[in-house]
């Protein structure tokens, strides 16, 4: 509502940047995952009719946002096209990895965890997902 847009217009001053760039929307977007407002993500994410809508990031908060609202299945569409247009983007991956251990999609989410180790992410990154997938970060 108001309080985003406010900040969305403080946080494009400080940076030097439009106030509907990517650079200004994806931190809204992340403080209100964190803030689990997944309702305001779709919403900001909706709303955009700019070409940053379409932009991976932005899918990939949008899809983020649908797994917050228990809809991991509308989130694995997204989270499948962003894969095929990017096949070693990790945070995609990991992201349709986690939609399909919502869906407990096991086998699907266990090749996927492979492929994500096979990339060789940086440590905490595997030893996140391992801890997702198996409730052990070793």
């Known amino acids: 509502g108001d309080a985003i847009e406010s900040v969305r217009t403080k946080l494009a001053e400080a940076l030097g940047a ?7 929307s994806h931190p809204i977007m992340e403080a209100l995952l964190t803030l689990e407002r997944a309702d305001e ?3 900001f994410a909706n709303a955009r009719t700019d070409e940053q809508a379409s932009s991976p990031e932005t899918r990939l908060r949008f899809a983020k946002a649908l797994m917050s609202k228990g809809v991991a299945d509308q989130a694995e569409a997204e989270l499948r096209c962003l894969v095929e247009e990017a096949p070693d983007w990790i945070p995609a991956l990991d992201s349709l990895c986690e939609a399909l251990r919502q869906q407990k999609k096991i086998k699907e989410a266990l090749a ?3 492929r994500i180790e096979a990339l060789g992410p940086d440590r905490g990154v595997i030893s996140d997902l391992r801890y997702r997938m198996f409730g052990t970060a070793e």
């Not at 439009?18 to 200004?24: F, R």
Request: no cysteine; charged share 10%.
């Open 18 to 24: 439009g106030p509907n760039s990517t650079t200004v």
């Open 41 to 43: 993500v779709l919403l």
């Open 112 to 114: 996927i965890f492979r």
